[in-house]
């Protein structure tokens, strides 16, 4: 079995490196490991990384966009490519911890489900150094909740690990963020059950790099909306 790690990045020079290493290092066994960097036209020096990680590791394919076109455009190169039995998406900065892969992959692994999410709102809170985040990922799990009757802890967690059947059902449109809750309306809408277990989380700061802003889950609303009238 395998497992592929679909990394879009823009502008991560700085943690790419450090992040692929600590992929690399997580034991899953007899289950092996691919690795999809995409290069979301990055105006710093993450493709020289990308390149540099390339010659260390074998397991590692590389795609490029010219110019910036968002996560969401990234990610489906990566679910265009893929080859492994399982697939998940890991950020290129340092805010989700890759040792929660043999959690997460065990229950699919099981066959206890097909999609499974880390939740950072499970369990011990912790991570989340901008309250703006947090309420409004509690706002829109809630708003999922009553849209799609389906319980959710952490609509926009990063760690979403699904079957290759469920990924590969899926027409996606999304070129932003908005691809999180795109893929959990069709996950649901499609019949499949979204597991979640309970995952740490260190969040970093606007000054750190992150880009998600309280625009994205205006449009994370409407496109919860959007997916459940239409396809």
């Given at each position: 079995m395998k497992l592929s790690i679909i990394v879009?990045?823009?502008?991560?020079?700085?943690?790419?490196?450090?992040?692929?290493?600590?992929?690399?290092k997580v034991d899953l066994g007899k289950i092996s490991k691919e690795i999809l960097i995409i290069n979301d036209g990055s105006k710093d020096n993450t493709q020289e990384v990308i390149e540099k990680i390339k010659k260390k590791y074998k397991n590692i394919?590389?795609?490029?966009?010219?110019?910036?076109?968002?996560?969401?455009?990234?990610?489906?190169?990566?679910?265009?490519?893929?080859?492994?039995?399982?697939?998940?998406?890991?950020?290129?900065?340092?805010?989700?911890?890759?040792?929660?892969?043999?959690?997460?992959?065990?229950?699919?692994?099981?066959?206890?489900?097909?999609?499974?999410?880390?939740?950072?709102?499970?369990?011990?809170?912790?991570?989340?150094?901008?309250?703006?985040?947090?309420y409004g990922n509690k706002f829109l799990s809630l708003f999922t909740r009553l849209v799609y009757r389906q319980k959710i802890t952490d609509l926009e967690t990063g760690y979403k690990m699904m079957a290759r059947e469920v990924i590969k059902s899926f027409d996606l449109k999304s070129n932003g963020f908005e691809i999180d809750p795109e893929m959990t309306a069709k996950t649901i809408k499609k019949g499949y059950?979204?597991?979640?277990?309970?995952?740490?989380?260190?969040?970093?700061?606007?000054?750190?790099?992150?880009?998600?802003?309280?625009?994205?889950?205006?449009?994370?609303?409407?496109?919860?909306?959007?997916?459940?009238?239409?396809?």
């Open positions: 879009p990045v823009y502008n991560e020079e700085k943690t790419l490196e450090k992040i692929i290493e600590r992929v690399q394919r590389s795609f490029s966009l010219e110019r910036n076109q968002g996560k969401g455009a990234a990610m489906k190169i990566g679910f265009q490519n893929f080859t492994g039995d399982f697939v998940i998406i890991q950020d290129g900065d340092l805010e989700y911890d890759p040792e929660y892969f043999k959690q997460l992959i065990q229950p699919l692994i099981e066959g206890k489900t097909k999609v499974i999410y880390g939740s950072r709102l499970l369990g011990e809170i912790s991570g989340f150094n901008i309250p703006l985040h947090y059950k979204i597991t979640e277990i309970p995952i740490t989380y260190n969040c970093r700061t606007f000054e750190e790099g992150k880009k998600i802003t309280w625009r994205d889950g205006i449009i994370a609303a409407y496109t919860l909306l959007k997916y459940r009238f239409f396809n």
